[in-house]
């Protein structure tokens, strides 16, 4: 049975199930227009976005707001999530269990959104949302469908910040997200 977003960010804010909650500030349920066509999946909320309850809001937001318009889109067109709603500390990588606590609302917000392109910001996101095992230096850039949604993995934007020799093989997949979604408003999606 699929959820309202009120019910679902209700879910999300009043949320317990692991040990994450704990040590949040504020949840980061996500954000964006409710019907966007393309997607953003990170891991988890860093320090800032823990402080402000909104996904990608310090230097890789920042760093994804210019990628995404050097494409010719808005940020307020897609809509951005993470794997996991709390921050983990100190950022560390979701453990197991934590991301398995919010899968389900990660996968409500898809249903609810029901984007033609997925874009997975880095390993974390690709291994919870495709459940396959993706090296994001070898498979950046290949698509991936399912059930009629096409994924895309890319370089989380902390990497690009750390290594920016990434950032040109990071630019070559937005130009592809940029082509699939012109190809797939011209067979009328």
Same mark, same amino acid.
């Given at each position: 049975?699929?959820?309202? $977003?009120?019910?679902?960010?209700?879910?999300?804010?009043?949320?317990?199930?692991?040990?994450?909650?704990? @040590?949040?500030?504020?949840? +980061?349920?996500?954000? &964006?227009?409710?019907?966007?066509?393309?997607?953003?999946?990170?891991?988890?909320?860093? %320090?800032?976005? *823990?402080? %402000?309850?909104?996904?990608?809001? =310090?230097?890789?937001?920042?760093?994804?707001?210019?990628?995404?318009?050097?494409? &010719?889109?808005?940020?307020?067109?897609?809509?951005?999530?993470?794997? +996991?709603?709390?921050?983990?500390?100190?950022?560390?990588?979701?453990?197991?269990?934590?991301?398995?606590?919010?899968?389900?609302?990660?996968?409500? %917000? +898809?249903?609810?959104? #029901?984007?033609?392109?997925?874009?997975?910001?880095?390993?974390?996101?690709?291994?919870?949302?495709?459940?396959?095992?993706?090296?994001? @230096?070898?498979?950046? =850039?290949? $698509?991936?469908? #399912?059930?009629? @949604? $096409?994924?895309?993995?890319?370089?989380?934007?902390?990497?690009?910040?750390?290594?920016?020799?990434?950032?040109?093989?990071? $630019? *070559?997949?937005?130009?592809?997200?940029?082509?699939?979604?012109?190809?797939?408003?011209? *067979?009328? =999606?």
């Amino acid at each position: 049975m699929r959820v309202s $977003w009120a019910e679902l960010y209700e879910q999300i804010g009043s949320c317990q199930k692991c040990r994450l909650c704990e @040590t949040r500030h504020r949840v +980061v349920p996500g954000e &964006g227009n409710p019907h966007a066509k393309l997607m953003f999946i990170g891991e988890g909320p860093g %320090q800032e976005e *823990d402080r %402000q309850g909104r996904p990608f809001v =310090g230097r890789s937001g920042e760093l994804l707001t210019r990628m995404i318009h050097a494409i &010719g889109i808005e940020r307020s067109e897609t809509y951005i999530c993470n794997v +996991v709603k709390c921050r983990p500390p100190g950022n560390r990588n979701p453990e197991p269990d934590e991301a398995q606590a919010c899968l389900g609302y990660l996968r409500g %917000q +898809v249903a609810l959104v #029901r984007p033609k392109v997925i874009v997975l910001l880095g390993k974390i996101a690709c291994r919870y949302t495709l459940n396959e095992e993706i090296y994001i @230096t070898r498979d950046h =850039g290949r $698509w991936f469908e #399912r059930k009629g @949604t $096409w994924f895309i993995p890319t370089f989380h934007p902390s990497a690009l910040l750390r290594d920016p020799a990434k950032k040109r093989d990071a $630019w *070559d997949d937005f130009q592809k997200i940029r082509e699939k979604l012109s190809q797939i408003e011209s *067979d009328g =999606g």
